[in-house]
Every structure is written in C-alpha cells, then in structure tokens.
C-alpha cells in the first residue's frame, strides 16, 4: 500500500537555526498537505500543495512539492520556541486512494531557546 | 464553540472490557474519520463516514465497530480490549471525501489498557 516516509525523525536545534523536514512517498501524490501537532495536542492544517514543482511560502515557513509529486519538504527560517512540536506531511493519492489520506511518519522539532 | 469535539478525552480500562468514544462536529461537513495514533505517533486512518456511509474500512480488527448516526456524529466502540489498543484516538472531518480540502482533528481521546 502507500507509503509516506519523513526524515529526520526526530531535530534539535538552537532558536534561530534553520529546520527543514523531507516526505518521500512510495506513490504520486494528487496533492499534499502539512499538519503541525503541537505536544498534547492535536494535528491542525498548516497548507496544501497541488501542483507539480510548487512553492508556497507562510511567513518564515517555506513549503515545496516535488516535480514528481511524489516528494515535499518543510523549511522553517530562524526557528522559535513556537515551532515546538510534530510536523507531518500527508497526501492524497490516486485511482482507489483518492479518499485516503495517508500521513507520514512525522518529524519532531525540539528548539533550544 | 469546538468545531470537532470528543468524548471522553481520557479513557483508563482494564483488558477485555468494551468502550466507546463520541464525536461530533459542527462545521457542516459530510466526512469523518477515526485515526489512530500509536506511541511512536504514526498517524493511521481506521475509518471514513460519508453522509452515514462507510467509505474507508481499513484493517481494523473486527472489535472496532464505528457507527454514524448522521453525519454530524460519528462514534467508535471498541470491544474486548487488549493492551495493544492503548493509543490517542482522534477524529476528524472535512468538507468532501475525494481528495479535497482539510482535516480538522478534534483534540483525541487517550485510551489506556491495562
């Protein structure tokens, strides 16, 4: 079945490093979304790529879906304590997985103040 | 107002007992889901409701029985648990079911078996 993998698995940083997480899917992808859990808490909806090679910027977060669709990855400038938690792509995937959407593995972000 | 919401929000049981967890959402959507997320926090999908139709049963052991009585709710009832059930359940929904749109989570509800 379809496969969303995240490295690293886990990154520490020092406030004001830069971060970026990677998603690898095993299949293309109709399009992909990104999710930031919080500790304790729940996943919320960050943004969502749709096509191919796409870049879509949210503040200091920088957000890229591959050519291929079938990889993205998450880049954070200058992190803060704020950007603690869980990041998880997720992705749609076509023909009999359109309803499904499959989250990867997650990446979590510890920041040092 | 809590858009997706959940009860309870903690649940600790003995093995072998049944269980249920109550969702609901007032954003007007017409798909739920159920995840679950293990200690290793995987995300994995269980369920998917559509207007009261299930159209996402994946390979959820048999004890797992979800029901929706309309398409506001969407509860989870579990029986016969078993120490691999502990996890965080969260439900969700969105608007549309085919790759569309977002997932709001409610803030889950943390099984514990004993």
């Known amino acids: 079945g379809q496969q969303v993998m995240q490295i690293p698995q886990y990154q520490h940083v020092q406030e004001g490093e830069d971060f970026t997480t990677y998603c690898n899917s095993s299949?293309?992808?109709?399009?992909i979304q990104w999710y930031k859990q919080r500790p304790g808490g729940h996943p919320v909806f960050l943004i969502q790529l749709v096509k191919s090679g796409e870049v879509k910027k949210q503040k200091r977060l920088t957000f890229q879906f591959g050519e291929a669709k079938k990889n993205s990855s998450l880049h954070i400038t200058a992190t803060q304590t704020t950007d603690v938690g869980t990041y998880f792509c997720?992705?749609?995937?076509?023909?009999?997985?359109?309803?499904?959407?499959?989250f990867g593995t997650g990446t979590l972000l510890a920041v040092q103040p | 107002d809590t858009a997706v919401s959940q009860t309870p929000k903690y649940l600790v049981t003995q093995m072998g007992n049944d269980k249920s967890i109550k969702c609901e959402q007032n954003?007007?959507?017409?798909?739920m889901y159920w995840y679950k997320q293990d200690s290793k926090k995987f995300l994995k999908i269980m369920f998917s409701?559509?207007?009261?139709?299930?159209?996402i049963n994946e390979t959820v052991p048999n004890r797992f029985s979800p029901k929706s009585p309309d398409k506001a709710h969407l509860n989870l009832h579990i029986n016969s648990l078993e120490l691999g059930d502990s996890a965080v359940y969260f439900c969700?929904?969105?608007?549309?079911?085919?790759?569309?749109?977002?997932?709001?989570f409610g803030e889950g509800s943390r099984l514990t078996v004993l």
């Open positions: 409701y559509n207007n009261k139709e299930l159209i």
């Open positions: 969700a929904s969105s608007h549309g079911h085919r790759a569309t749109g977002e997932l709001f």
């Open positions: 299949t293309t992808l109709s399009n």
């Open positions: 954003l007007g959507h017409d798909t």
């Open positions: 997720a992705g749609y995937g076509y023909g009999g997985a359109t309803n499904k959407l499959i």
